[in-house]
């Protein structure tokens, strides 16, 4: 058992799984500038009061999920549990919106931290990609921003279902609330402890409990899209109609209620097959309260957020093959110089080498590289180095080649293209 344990539900990322997430993150970049939104970084830490009010004091994440704490001077801070909360206190506290006119487009990738029980796909840290913009009340808009997570699951080749909702507005949720605390209340002792709870302080939640789905159980609860006020009936129409024309497949699901108590009117979940239980990749929706909550002028806004380590494990396996090894030996002292002119000059080139320095034979030579499941190897014997050459063997079908060892493009060149053919 070693001394020291990464902590409780934190995990290490290591070779060759990093790879991997580090060419998800490039990807998602490349993504987020394609679709003209701009990277944001807020700290890990922030003020408690902060999540406190943005996502609500009876939500689950605030109520037991937070990483709290005081630092020296008795202010009461917490780790990030997710990410728009710090986005909507950075746009404010910059003066974003006000600066120039909207529609503001921000993506950030960063860690969150959660204290949930961890299991697979659910962990104590965990990453998150996201896009939220700022200045568009737009119902479009929001079809804009699914359109956008269906190209992320279109480019990592996952199958995703899109599931979209409308859970209504200050006008119109009042009255489905009333509705549902009259369904449920005759049917308390039915329910588990934490929904008993929230029959008073959070009976939407209720419809989305983990633990005993009531929605299984009986097939009559009210759905709020039966309760819609008129503007809100006619958003999530043209949302629809929106989605429609962007060619998204989508499900309405009127059970999506969302976890954090800031949104209005849209909401929405992606669900793929993760092989768990933690089978919901990405959320988000219309929060257009927040940054006035916050203390910011009114301004309407949308987002999601994908996690990263589900997103991950369902991207298909050999999304990204890893890059074939190349590897350079010295058969005796005298092939070191000639070695290490080929080191410098790939070293300018997007191919994954490594040399050894401590000459050895040939036999030896393949046997190492073998081991360390390289591809193709780079040879110094004595001819060689006489002759200004380099001995080049793929190990992968046998073939050999004498090349002159001023000839790195030609070298680099027929790299990259079995890279290609593979
Ligand atoms: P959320 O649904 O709480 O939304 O989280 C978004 C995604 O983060 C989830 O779908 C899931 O993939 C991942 N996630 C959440 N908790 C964990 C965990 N403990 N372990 C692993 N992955 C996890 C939000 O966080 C909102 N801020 C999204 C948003 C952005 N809404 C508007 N803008």
Redesign the pocket.
Known sequence: MPLYTAVKGMNDILPPVSLRWSRMEEDLRLLAARLNYQEIRTPVVESLELFQRGLGETSDVVQKEMYVFEDKNGNKLALKP???AGVVRAFIEHSIGIEKPGPHKLFYIGPNF?Y?KPQK????Q?H?F?L?IFGDPTPEMDAELIYAASLILDHFKVKGEIRVNSIGCPACRPAYRETLVNYFRPKAEELCGDCRRRIDINPLRLIDCKADSPRTRWNDIPVITDHLCPQCASDFDRLKKALEIFHVPFVVDPFIV???DYYVKTAF?ITADTGGT?N??????R?DNLVAETGGDATPAT?????L??LLSVVPQDFYGAQPLAMGFALYDGGIPALLHLTKHLSHHPVRYMAEYTPRKFKNALQKANKLGARHIFIFGEDEVKNAQVLYKDLATGDQQLFGQHETMTIVSMLMEKEIEK
Do not use: H, M, V, W
């Open positions: 997710e990410g728009t959660r949930e796909g659910r962990y104590r965990f998150q996201g939220e969302r976890g954090l979940e933690q919901a990749i990405a959320g988000g929706g929060y987002g999601f957020a994908i996690g380590e589900r």
